[in-house]
């Protein structure tokens, strides 16, 4: 059992950085990759990015690459998502995921509550 924790949302206007981060519990984090997903008003939840078990390999949506960067620290067990040059766009509300697979391609098994990320333009 993993069970994840999202901070650091708010309300910021168009052009500033944000870092979300998500705090996980149990002694299991490392063998799981993570993710960032996120859902805006009346949208389904879509990828946002993704990291390996190791850190060694990212993954991210086309709209956020270069713009946002994927990290995770296993001994405290937590990942983070620095998110810079926001848009309006990038208003959502933020989850952070556990899951297993490889090269990419993961199946999402636990799921935090969500931060929310309001851009202002």
């Known amino acids: 059992q993993v069970q994840l924790i999202e901070s650091g949302g708010g309300l910021v206007q168009a052009g500033d950085s944000l870092r979300l981060s998500c705090a996980a519990s149990?002694?299991?984090?490392?063998?799981?990759?993570m993710g960032w997903f996120r859902q805006a008003p009346g949208k389904a939840r879509e990828f946002v990015a993704a990291?390996?078990?190791?850190?060694?390999?990212?993954y991210y949506r086309d709209s956020v690459r270069g713009r946002f960067a994927i990290s995770r620290d296993n001994a405290k067990k937590v990942v983070y998502l620095q998110m810079n040059t926001l848009k309006p766009d990038d208003t959502a509300v933020y989850y952070c995921?556990?899951?297993?697979?490889?090269?990419?391609?993961?199946?999402?098994?636990?799921w935090g509550q969500g931060t929310q990320v309001t851009v202002s333009s």
């Open positions: 995921a556990a899951g297993l697979g490889i090269e990419g391609k993961y199946s999402w098994y636990y």
């Open positions: 149990g002694s299991t984090f490392s063998t799981y990759a």
């Open positions: 990291i390996s078990e190791s850190g060694g390999s990212t």
